[in-house]
């Protein structure tokens, strides 16, 4: 008898209901939930892939060694003792800091992860702990430490009140929103527009989002901290700056006006392209608007002055009266709360307490800029890196220049992985420890209800149960800690027999929701008698009291300010800049292995503008090199004015064909790794952020659509290019 399950996608930050209808340990189908409060039945394509990973004959299911080029499945007991003989011996002989630790992105969506994984890997002690935030939101957690004193303090637009959203750098839809946590955000922001406001989007690339906006103005990549002083500055100039109820509690304000004296729109129009005269408007607008949102995500961060932009985001809402009201930039109160559990445990966040050995690039919050990853690796010398834990992570497919760590990584001593399939990176490992997957674990909302645009809570169970010779996350690093760190059996034992759920119950019950409601709090029992969610309402405001501080001029990014001028002052060079792109059935590097998620026409392509085509002989469908500093990857063009001229872009998480990957369908669609092209060299220099986004590249052509060779003169780049 089939049966019907609820549960929610766990695959992005949109964290979407489903309803899973299963028989027996098949999977029939999977729809949105139609009575989340929060999704209310949406979903994207991605939701129903669900069922391909579940029953993947790629997926691995048993840990398994490695011996040369070769596999053997083996025992949870065996490769438990192999992994720990490995790593406390690297340990033992070379100290803590040679045993490295990479966290993937699935990690921020897994609540075994989250409540045994990250401690475990912290309490390993190592200076080399890495994960994708230094590809991502690093800059939006270091502004909210700079200006609030706390890593977790990121605001989130309030969308559903909102009357204006400016959105620089997100596509959220396709993404479906990122440090904004809105299922079904095209209708969100399609509603915006249908009570007669607006929605505006910065961007290099006029984007789906673009598609659903009632503006679209292109920026040149890597320029938006410029803009945003621009903006600054109007607002200054023309008096236009109210910090409202805030006021009182805001620190920094006379050193903003002086900062922002130098860059009037007309200034930085050279490097931005943007028509001062628009820019004007645009800061009279959002001072304007009662209720308006400037929001920044991924591309405001993965550049060069990624720090010095997501400052500035801040900053801007504050100087507009936006920050902390309903419709502007507001803070959750989610039923277990990051904030005040984070200045419990030690973990406001920190930054520069120590630098990489090699290149001496700044620790946040205990760890380091992963464009070191490979470096540290294979830089002989004192402190180097002999063994490294992988969870959850595919750091060859999604850090700069991943050839390089490729590379590096065949070199390890020992390599372990927590990851359930064999990919580009676990291909390393000595052993991997392949974990249950979605549908055969528990979940709840961790991190993400941190960064939602209401207050929800939803716990769901386990689908299917998990077989005796499967492990969960959370019993794998468990276990890894009994075994690699000793000590502590007691508690470890009780651990074991409580699991993940244990620590939801005290979260939830210290909470703002929890024991301290009078009527009608939230316990696990209430969640699980909920499996739809429980809506716990609206935004509300927040400060001063969540925050410890509001400095909106913190000695740091003044200090980055020349760097920014000298950019400014360099004369836009006659290259190409390489930007990225989401896809709506791509999830980072590891979804393309679901058949239904890759069939149609191929997707990774360069897009270029005609102009620049034309200059370069290319045609829709020509094969061309991209290449850097860094290295050369052959690509597919497609030929498209929906990129700004000087200006191409590659979707990341493509690259499939190296050998010894089991990943048979992704195999079929390999498309390249544009990681092969960017530059671990070329990051933010404040934060230590890589810089995907804007990379000088050069583009040549090589054979056309027809197969008849290029005309010679087309194949090299020109030397201005080169320069
Ligand atoms: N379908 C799908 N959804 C996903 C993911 C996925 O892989 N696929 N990944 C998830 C993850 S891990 C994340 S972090 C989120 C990210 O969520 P978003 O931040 O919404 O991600 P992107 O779609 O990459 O949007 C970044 C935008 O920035 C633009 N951009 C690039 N450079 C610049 C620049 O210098 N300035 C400005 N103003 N814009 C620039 C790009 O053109 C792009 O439109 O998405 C999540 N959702
Ligand atoms: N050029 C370029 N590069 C980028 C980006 C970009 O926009 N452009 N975006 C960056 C961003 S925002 C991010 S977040 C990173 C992502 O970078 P990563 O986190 O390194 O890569 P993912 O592709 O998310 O790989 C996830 C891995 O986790 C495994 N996995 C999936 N579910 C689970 C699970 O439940 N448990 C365990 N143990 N493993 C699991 C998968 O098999 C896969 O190996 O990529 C970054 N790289
Ligand atoms: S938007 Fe798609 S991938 Fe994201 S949670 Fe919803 S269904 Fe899953
Ligand atoms: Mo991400």
């Known amino acids: 008898m089939p049966t019907t399950h609820f549960h929610s996608c766990t695959l992005c930050e949109a964290t979407c209901g489903i309803a899973v209808t299963v028989e027996g340990d098949r999977v029939l189908d999977i729809r949105g939930d139609d009575q989340d409060p929060f999704s209310r039945g949406y979903i994207c394509p991605k939701a129903t892939a669900l069922a391909d990973v579940h029953h993947d004959p790629d997926r691995l299911r048993h840990p398994m060694v490695r011996a040369g080029d070769d596999w053997f499945e083996t025992s949870w007991d065996a490769a438990f003792e192999l992994v720990a003989a490995g790593l406390k011996d690297v340990r033992r002989q070379y100290g803590k800091d040679a045993l490295a630790v990479y966290i993937g992105n699935p990690s921020a969506h897994n609540l075994g992860l989250l409540t045994f994984g990250l401690p475990f890997f912290r309490s390993l002690g190592t200076r080399n702990e890495y994960s994708a935030t230094s590809i991502d939101q690093l800059p939006h957690m270091l502004a909210a430490l700079q200006v609030f004193g706390n890593q977790f303090l990121m605001p989130v637009p309030d969308v559903d009140r909102t009357d204006l959203f400016i959105c620089l750098g997100g596509n959220p839809a396709v993404s479906n929103g990122s440090i904004m946590t809105a299922p079904n955000i095209r209708v969100r922001l399609k509603a915006i527009r249908d009570r007669g406001g607006r929605v505006v989007v910065v961007d290099p690339r006029r984007t789906e989002s673009a598609a659903l906006a009632s503006e679209h ?20 100039e023309e008096r236009l700056v109210r910090l409202g109820r805030l006021a009182p509690h805001v620190r920094g304000l006379g050193t903003l006006r002086v900062v922002a004296d130098g860059f009037a729109p007309e200034v930085t129009a050279a490097a931005t392209g943007l028509d001062p005269e628009w820019v004007r408007a645009l800061a009279r607008e959002l001072a304007s608007t009662s209720r308006a949102v400037l929001y920044g995500r991924v591309g405001i961060c993965t550049q060069e002055f990624g720090g010095l932009a997501a400052w500035l985001v801040l900053v801007v809402n504050a100087l507009t009266g936006h920050l902390d009201e309903p419709g502007g930039a507001m803070f959750t109160s989610p039923a277990i709360d990051a904030v005040p559990l984070a200045a419990a445990a030690g973990q406001l966040g920190s930054f520069g307490r120590y630098r990489s050995r090699v290149r001496g690039l700044p620790e946040f919050s205990g760890e380091l800029p992963v464009s070191v990853l490979a470096e540290e690796i294979d830089t002989p010398g004192e402190g180097r890196i002999r063994a490294l834990i992988t969870s959850a992570g595919n750091p060859v497919l999604s850090t700069p220049n991943g050839a390089r760590l490729d590379r590096a990584l065949a070199g390890l001593d020992f390599m372990v992985s927590i990851d359930p399939y064999l990919n580009e990176t676990t291909r390393h490992a000595d052993v991997i420890l392949p974990p249950t997957v979605h549908l055969e674990r528990s979940h ?16 769901s169970p386990a689908i299917f149960p998990r077989a005796p010779d499967q492990r969960h996350d959370w019993e794998i690093c468990l276990e890894l800690a009994t075994r690699v760190l000793g000590g502590g059996s007691a508690v470890r034992a009780l651990a074991r027999r409580l699991g993940p759920e244990a620590l939801l119950e005290l979260g939830l019950r210290a909470g703002p929701h929890g024991l301290r409601k009078l009527r009608g709090s939230l316990s696990l029992a209430r969640l699980k008698k909920q499996p739809h969610g429980v809506d716990l309402g609206p935004l509300e405001r927040r400060l001063p009291g969540r925050a410890k501080k509001i400095d909106l001029a913190p000695r740091l990014y003044l200090d ?24 709506l059935r791509s999830n980072n590097s590891w979804m393309h292995n679901s058949p239904r998620l890759v069939k149609g026409k191929p997707r990774c392509t360069l897009l270029i503008h005609p102009e620049d085509a034309a200059r370069r002989g290319l045609a829709d469908g020509d094969t061309t090199t991209l290449s850097s500093r860094a290295g050369e990857i052959e690509v597919p063009v497609e030929v498209t004015d929906s990129i700004m001229p000087g200006v191409v872009s590659l979707p990341h998480g493509w690259g499939h064909h190296r050998p010894g990957v089991r990943l048979r369908v992704a195999s079929e669609h390999a498309g390249v790794s544009v990681n092969d092209v960017t530059d671990e060299h070329f990051i933010d220099e404040l934060t230590g952020t890589s810089a995907v986004s804007g990379l000088p590249v050069r583009v040549g052509v090589v054979s056309a659509a027809d197969g008849s060779p290029a005309p010679a003169a087309l194949t090299s780049p020109s030397a201005a290019e080169r320069a």
Do not use: W
């Open 217 to 236: 103005c292109s920026i040149r990549p890597g320029t938006d901290a410029a803009f945003l002083l621009s903006v600054m500055h109007v607002l200054f």
């Open 444 to 459: 709840y909302e961790l991190a993400l209800a941190n960064f939602s645009v209401r207050n929800t809570a939803k716990y």
């Open 560 to 583: 980055d300010l020349p760097r920014l001028r000298a950019r400014l002052e360099r004369q836009p060079a006659d290259e190409l800049l390489l930007i990225g792109r989401r896809q």
